[in-house]
């Protein structure tokens, strides 16, 4: 009978870790060798310029949207995204400042009196600085196959998983840089942004932060 | 007093005439039977749409992008409201003439949002049927008043597609379309509702993979 609860146990608790395994990808072998090379490269990390093209299924309509566009981060805390096509749109995050910019308007906003944008651009930042694994909002596993880390994240703050339910960053194994996010929202809606042409510690014009 | 009264009733006339008047360099006719008048947007199969938005409503003013696609399993039509960087907020579907809300951000869950934005896709996506008609023949447009399901609208369009436009106007609302290209997508809607609400919808080609 022992023996038979123990098979039991064994084949569940295989079967969880099974099931929350990505395809294709292993848990990481040495998680803080991993850790602390990531640590590294956030540490070593000012600025980013690269382009980026975002795929968002929308499955009530069974299509996805496609634009593209080009990205800038410069450390702490200031990012820009312009998308180009097929519509122009600039997102400015810069010291708590949220700016949004659209062919037609403008709008400002101070995310300090907003706690979920606050939250939002808290993991962007990390999200694509690397500085990710100490985040306590987020419950992380990291996986890996021959080209990349795979961290998946799941958000434990509420305020968060009504927006997203599950976050995956693959992480580039020579460089340790974010080469792809995947935003899974609480339905079964998921973005995918892609970068390319990524150009890490060369500086640019700051006056991009301030539109 | 009787000259004030007299005035008062030939002004009162005078107004009346100039209302009921057709529009200029139109002659009134009646149609032999009820036409109709296609949807603003219509769907000839069921390859997706996408549209860029920009919305003021009184001092404030939003920007986003709406997509529809006709199901293919189904003739009803999926309305999704969405952020430039991908965030959905409100989703609806459109059947028979009416518009229903399937998914609404938890942020922006207000009875009168909703039921706005249902009169603005059934503003959209209804048809029109053709009570009379005045044409206009030296410009080759013609002009169709339409029974709509509140009241009634003015539809100006010509067949010439490059310069096919639909301007429906109620007592509330005014809904312009103009299209290029395709006969059934416009390339710019321009819609005025209450509170002083304006939206301008602009597509965007090439959008889907």
């Known amino acids: 009978m022992k023996r038979i609860c123990c098979v039991l146990i064994a084949f569940f608790t295989f079967s969880a870790i099974a099931f929350n395994q990505p395809a294709g990808f292993t848990p990481v072998k040495s998680a803080s060798d991993f850790s602390s090379k990531m640590k590294d490269y956030a540490s070593k990390l000012t600025c980013i310029k690269s382009n980026f093209v975002q795929e968002k299924h929308l499955q009530y309509l069974d299509a996805a949207l496609e634009s593209e566009g080009k990205f800038w981060y410069k450390t702490p805390n200031k990012v820009r995204w312009e998308y180009t096509k097929p519509y122009k749109y600039i997102l400015v995050l810069n010291n708590g400042k949220l700016k949004m910019i659209s062919e037609s308007s403008k709008t400002e906003l101070d995310m300090k009196g907003n706690a979920i944008f606050e939250q939002v651009n808290n993991i962007m930042i990390a999200s694509v600085s690397g500085n990710i694994l100490d985040n306590k909002d987020y419950g992380i596993q990291v996986f890996e196959n021959t080209r990349f880390y795979l961290i998946l994240m799941k958000p434990t703050s509420q305020a968060i998983s009504t927006l997203i339910s599950q976050m995956e960053l693959y992480v580039d194994k020579n460089s340790y840089s974010v080469t792809k996010i995947k935003m899974i929202e609480s339905g079964s809606d998921y973005s995918e942004i892609s970068f390319s042409n990524l150009i890490i510690n060369e500086e640019f014009d700051e006056g991009l932060f301030t539109p | ?209």
């Open chain 2, 1 to 209: 007093m009787k000259s004030l009264t007299k005035v008062f009733l030939l002004l009162n006339i005078l107004i009346l005439l100039i209302g009921c008047a057709a529009p200029k360099d139109c002659i009134k006719c009646e149609l032999p039977a009820t036409i109709i008048i296609s949807p603003i947007i219509k769907f000839a199969d069921d390859t997706p749409v996408l549209y860029n938005a920009d919305i003021k409503v009184l001092k404030y003013h939003f920007s986003g992008l709406i997509a529809f696609r006709r199901m293919s399993d189904s003739s009803a039509i999926r309305i999704v409201f969405l952020t430039e960087v991908g965030l959905r907020m409100m989703e609806f579907s459109y059947e028979n003439g009416i518009a229903i809300n399937t998914y609404c951000l938890d942020a922006i869950k207000r009875n009168s949002t909703v039921r706005f934005m249902d009169s603005f896709i059934e503003m959209l996506l209804q048809q029109s049927k053709i009570r009379k008609t005045c044409n206009n023949n030296s410009l080759n447009k013609s002009s169709y008043f339409c029974k709509l399901k509140k009241g009634y609208a003015e539809v100006e369009y010509t067949d010439n597609i490059k310069d096919k436009s639909i301007v429906k106007e109620g007592r509330k609302n005014r809904i312009e379309a103009r299209y290029s290209d395709n006969a059934n997508l416009p390339d710019e809607i321009n819609v005025t509702m209450k509170y002083q609400t304006v939206i301008h919808l602009k597509k965007l080609n090439n959008a889907f993979k």
